[in-house]
Nanobody, 129 residues
Framework: QVRLVESGGGLVQPGGSLRLSCVAS?????????MGWYRQAPEKERELVAT???????YYADSAKGRFTVSRDNAKNTVDLQLNSLNPEDTAVYYC??????????????????????WGEGTLVTVSS
C-alpha cells in the first residue's frame, strides 16, 4: 500500500505561480512506476493534469502544456507540480496520484487509461484576485 500526501496549495492571483509537492510512503521497494497529478474543479469531473514515469517520461493534458511542469525525485519518492501563468479556470483541488502495476505499459498509465491505483486527499488551489 502507498500513501500520498500533498502540500503547497493556496490562494494565488491570476498570472501567478505555485508549486505543489507530494511525498509517497508505505510499501515502496523500488521507484513507483508512474506518479502525477489530477485535479477537480467545482462542478466538473476529475481530470488528469500531468504524469511522469520513473524513467522521466512525462505526459501533460493540453490545458497544462507550456504552463505546468511535473518532476519527480525517485530517491525521495516525491513528485512536484510547478504551476505558472495561473488563471481562474485552474482553480481546483489537485490530487497526487500513483500507479505501480509493473505489467502495465508506461504509455497507457501516463495517459490515465487505467485510472490510478493511489490517490492523495488533495490540496486546494484557488486563483483569484
Amino acid at each position: 500500500q502507498v500513501r500520498l500526501v500533498e502540500s503547497g496549495g493556496g490562494l494565488v492571483q491570476p498570472g501567478g505561480s505555485l508549486r505543489l509537492s507530494c511525498v509517497a510512503s508505505g510499501s515502496i521497494s523500488s521507484p513507483i512506476k508512474v506518479m502525477g497529478w489530477y485535479r477537480q474543479a467545482p462542478e466538473k469531473e476529475r481530470e488528469l493534469v500531468a504524469t511522469v514515469s520513473s524513467g522521466g517520461t512525462t505526459y501533460y493534458a493540453d490545458s497544462a502544456k507550456g504552463r505546468f511542469t511535473v518532476s519527480r525525485d525517485n530517491a525521495k519518492n516525491t513528485v512536484d507540480l510547478q504551476l505558472n501563468s495561473l488563471n481562474p479556470e485552474d482553480t481546483a483541488v489537485y490530487y497526487c496520484v500513483a500507479d505501480n502495476k509493473r505489467y502495465r505499459t508506461d504509455y497507457k498509465v501516463l495517459r490515465g487509461v487505467y485510472g490510478m491505483d493511489y490517490w492523495g486527499e488533495g490540496t486546494l488551489v484557488t486563483v483569484s484576485s
